[in-house]
């Protein structure tokens, strides 16, 4: 095939993908818009269209790239750390929390979180702040999606086409669709891509598995036979209670905006059965074969080659010549000058020359490193250029592997499932924040009584623009998929869960102790944020296994640590997520007890025993009570 068609051909491929999504979009947009139409698709989602939507909804960048990225890093049991509880606590909130939003929203009008929050607490301004609280915690979430496309994109077209130039493409297709055609729009694109997606991605598994040297089976039995390697294959470097910790990150998946408003566009209150009873298995179909590729990789060095290449001690080797800091040679050149082979002895003199870029030395290692036959020195050069491979953040790792080990007209097809996974939930996500804005802030401060119901799509539309346009910007600094998602969007939005129960199921619970929660939370997504950029240049950096750094310890007994190399903030043993949803529980409760309930009649409206069954289908006739302010 022609170099240039075959560099070129999976971008073309995804091209074509996306060109079919903006049209499912401006297709949409030929329908009659109003308000709630744009917004929720008029409540009308079928039972099939709204598990497949309600299912890409909650699968991004984080899901394909950020969990094969950590399985890189960390083994087969990152699968444990997400996919395990994912599939059993998601379905168990959209049953028991997902169809009371449903019944409640259809009966009263509620089309958002801060909406309900409002109506039941009787509260203006504590809303307000709920509102700018989870539109900070989503934006984290929308940079996500756009690093993800952005960096695949990159990838398979071997960088002609930069990161930032795909993760434009993405946002602005992403922006185009949802800007044209809202929640319907939105919806569709999210049937089609959970379908590409689905289909594509077990072609893509079997394709890798089979191409991979040594076969799957091979590479398994390798990998198990090597103590360096073997690792990869087991859970043991995953700690017990950071594992346990992962058990309350799902908590977050019904607080997501996004998640929270797809709930209420459902027809029927029978369409959560499906979803729940499918769910769990989707999961496993999505994130079986990322994870176990992801550890896979570990085991292979055309791998563990292209990922060191991109890594800054593999630029800043090559940019040096070969060269440390202090003029003297480098580890890696040293054992290659050692090896003295053809192909290493050619590689130092382009690395000396400067006539090589990242991406063919990431094709030349495995070349200089293979036909070295002194065994000990071929283990060091392998162990040095995994160590290189580990200081990068590996979220390319599938990607190398469909470069590597598929054909380029099957790699773009390909490619376009998985960046159909990532714009899935970009579409809600962006539509979450417009909404949230237009019915929390615009419509609710008079703006739709002042200029009509049209006023709202429009300025929707407006929204859309901006909060993309933040996000891409963002997005350009390519912070690590998977940490971001864990650190800042998981934590915070699980730690808000007690707040979403108490609204839904406690009488006693006041807005005073919403805003309570709400503001601890607050404080310790920043305060994480804060401790581990603050200290993370002090955080021991090396060849594993490292000390953690301690920040804080009582009679020897560490209370807060940053995890070393990557710097990530434990408290006793546990991530953050378990202390924030902790103390904003008791915040609620504690707040709620000191702080007078809300009034009979509102209490007797969420809670009246003939009108709490959500499942007798309200309609739309029902009388929208005025939410007090």
Not at 585 to 607: D, G, N, W
């Amino acid at each position: 095939m022609n170099p240039w068609l075959e560099q070129w051909l999976p971008i073309i491929v995804i091209s074509l993908y996306l060109a079919v999504v903006l049209y499912i979009g401006i297709f949409a947009f030929r329908r009659k818009t109003t308000g709630e139409d744009f917004f929720l698709a008029n409540r009308s989602i079928g039972s099939a269209v709204f598990f497949l939507s309600l299912f890409a909804t909650n699968m991004t960048a984080f899901a394909i790239l950020g969990s094969s990225g950590l399985a890189y890093r960390r083994g087969i049991g990152v699968y444990g750390l997400m996919a395990s509880s994912s599939g059993l606590v998601i379905p168990l909130t959209l049953l028991i929390i997902g169809t009371r939003l449903w019944g409640l929203g259809k009966r009263f009008g509620h089309m958002t979180q801060v909406q309900f929050f409002r109506d039941r607490w009787e509260c203006c301004g504590i809303g307000t702040f709920i509102f700018l609280l989870t539109a900070a915690m989503l934006i984290p979430y929308l940079i996500i999606s756009i690093v993800g496309g952005g960096t695949i994109l990159e990838e398979l077209t071997h960088h002609r086409l930069p990161f930032a130039w795909g993760g434009a493409i993405v946002a602005l297709v992403v922006m185009g669709n949802v800007f044209f055609g809202g929640m319907r729009g939105a919806v569709w694109v999210n049937v089609f891509q959970t379908l590409l997606f689905l289909a594509f991605g077990t072609i893509a598994f079997v394709t890798i598995a089979h191409n991979m040297d040594g076969g799957l089976f091979g590479t398994v039995q390798k990998m198990a036979g090597n103590q360096k390697q073997v690792w990869a294959l087991t859970r043991y470097r995953i700690p017990g209670r950071e594992f346990a910790s992962y058990l309350l990150i799902p908590l977050s998946s019904i607080m997501f905006p996004h998640m929270s408003i797809m709930c209420m566009t459902a027809r029927k209150v029978t369409a959560f059965k499906k979803t729940v009873v499918l769910y769990p298995i989707c999961i496993m179909i999505l994130w079986l074969p990322c994870v176990f590729l992801g550890a896979l990789a570990f085991g292979q060095p055309k791998v563990n080659a292209a990922i060191a290449a991109e890594s800054k001690t593999a630029k800043a080797w090559l940019d040096s010549g070969g060269k440390l800091p202090d003029g003297k040679p480098a580890p890696l050149t040293i054992l290659l000058k050692q090896a003295g082979t053809p192909m290493a002895t050619k590689l130092l003199g382009q690395v000396a020359s400067h006539s090589i870029t990242s991406e063919e030395l990431g094709k030349e290692l495995p070349i200089a490193v293979g036909p070295v036959k002194d065994d000990a020195l071929k283990g060091k050069l392998v162990a040095q250029v995994q160590a290189m491979a580990n200081s990068n953040t590996p979220d390319s790792v599938l990607l190398q592997m469909l470069k590597i080990y598929v054909p380029a007209l099957l790699a773009g097809i390909l490619a376009a499932g998985i960046i159909s996974a990532v714009m899935g939930s970009d579409c809600h996500q962006i539509l979450a924040l417009s909404t949230m804005f237009t019915k929390d802030i615009f419509d609710h401060y008079g703006g739709q009584k002042a200029f009509g119901d049209r006023a709202n799509v429009y300025v929707g539309r407006a929204f859309i623009v901006v909060a993309n346009t933040i996000a891409y910007f963002i997005a350009l600094t390519r912070p690590p998929i998977f940490d971001l998602a864990v650190s800042w969007t998981f934590s915070g939005f699980a730690a808000l869960a007690p707040v979403m129960v108490a609204a839904l199921f406690w009488k006693r619970s006041t807005k005073w102790g919403a805003l309570a929660a709400a503001i601890f939370v607050a404080f310790t997504v920043v305060g994480t944020g804060y401790l581990e950029s603050h200290f993370l240049p002090m955080v021991p950096k090396g060849p594993p296994p490292l000390p953690d750094f301690s920040i804080w310890s009582i009679a020897g007994h560490h209370v807060l640590v940053l995890s070393a190399p990557a710097g990530k903030l434990f408290m006793f043993g546990f991530m953050p997520v378990v202390p924030m949803v902790i103390g904003s529980a008791l915040c609620m409760i504690i707040f709620s007890l000191l702080t007078p309930p809300p009034s009979e009649a509102t209490i007797r409206k969420y809670f009246d025993p003939g009108s709490d069954d959500v499942t007798n289908g309200f309609t739309r006739s029902t009388p929208r009570p005025t939410i007090a302010v």
